[in-house]
């Protein structure tokens, strides 16, 4: 199993960005959970957001509600993570993330994922 993310990039606040993660290898199995996480300099690797068991529901952490949406496209086997209002402290290293054998109560836990991504950069200017 392998991903591939991409799309980060210098936005200035306000702004908005689409990241991409691609994913091989039976990754995008129906019953796979695909997450996206962030971690910051001197941060922890924090959850921003999934798709819990293919599309049987969404979650975000409070931080992004309302400004980030996640979404799947099976056909491209590829996961969206689209940012909008975007602010300084949403910079950080995002990392997309997969499993197949997820329990719910591990959704936000980054031991939760078996696959992860290599990361994709997002820096948000004031």
């Known amino acids: 199993v392998q991903l591939q993310a991409s799309g980060g990039g210098l936005v200035q606040a306000g702004g908005s960005l689409r990241l991409s993660c691609v994913g091989s290898?039976?990754?995008?199995?129906?019953?796979?959970?695909m997450g996206w996480f962030r971690q910051a300099p001197g941060k922890d690797r924090e959850f921003v957001a999934a798709?819990?068991?293919?599309?049987?529901?969404?979650y975000y952490a409070d931080t992004v509600k309302g400004r980030f949406t996640i979404s799947r496209d099976n056909a491209k086997s590829t996961v969206y993570l689209h940012m909008d209002s975007l602010r300084p402290e949403d910079t950080a290293v995002y990392y997309c993330?997969?499993?197949?054998?997820?329990?719910?109560?591990?959704?936000?836990?980054?031991?939760?994922?078996?696959?992860w991504g290599q990361g994709t950069q997002v820096t948000v200017s004031s």
């Open positions: 290898g039976g990754t995008f199995r129906s019953g796979t959970t």
């Open positions: 798709l819990w068991r293919g599309s049987s529901g969404t």
């Open positions: 993330a997969a499993d197949n054998g997820l329990i719910l109560s591990s959704l936000r836990q980054p031991s939760g994922y078996r696959y």
